[in-house]
């Protein structure tokens, strides 16, 4: 299932981030992770003219989505399990347009102007929970309770 969400501005800055295991939000390892993950799919994208889809672990997979129009990126990771399942990429790829589309409309004034305060985005943690749950791929976590 999926662990956790890192959203990408066009420029590779990582601006939000989301981990369903009930750890803190805060975890400043995530802009390090994100930035090293952006430069490996700038690398296959130009290096190699193809597109970086998964990066694949011993225990954890991660799956990565670009927005056609805005050129944002959505990583998510998820435990290695969820790769042997039947239209993942499909199904992976469809809570990753619901979930861009909506931080896009609903942060469209903040993007347009963002300063490098990534923290105005932290409320988005309640728009996930609702997306991802609908797809399903939720079961077996236990949320945190100061976010949801």
Do not use: W
């Not at 290096?47 to 990066?55: A, I, P, V, Y």
């Amino acid at each position: 299932m999926i662990q956790k969400i890192i959203i990408l501005n066009d420029e590779g800055i990582p601006i939000f981030f989301h981990n369903f295991n009930g750890s803190s939000n805060d975890d400043e390892n995530y802009h390090v992770i994100a930035s090293y993950f952006d430069q490996i799919c700038r690398f296959t994208k130009y290096g190699f003219k193809e597109s970086l889809n998964t990066l694949k672990m011993n225990e954890s997979v991660f799956y990565f989505y670009t927005h056609p129009t805005s050129n944002y990126h959505l990583i998510f990771k998820c435990h290695s399990s969820i790769d042997k399942k039947k239209l993942k990429k499909k199904n992976l790829d469809s809570v990753a347009i619901k979930v861009l589309d909506r931080f896009l409309a609903k942060f469209n004034k903040e993007l347009i102007n963002f300063n490098g305060n990534y923290s105005q985005f932290k409320s988005f943690s309640s728009d996930i929970d609702e997306i991802v749950k609908s797809k399903g791929f939720l079961r077996g976590f236990d949320l945190n309770p100061r976010i949801f």
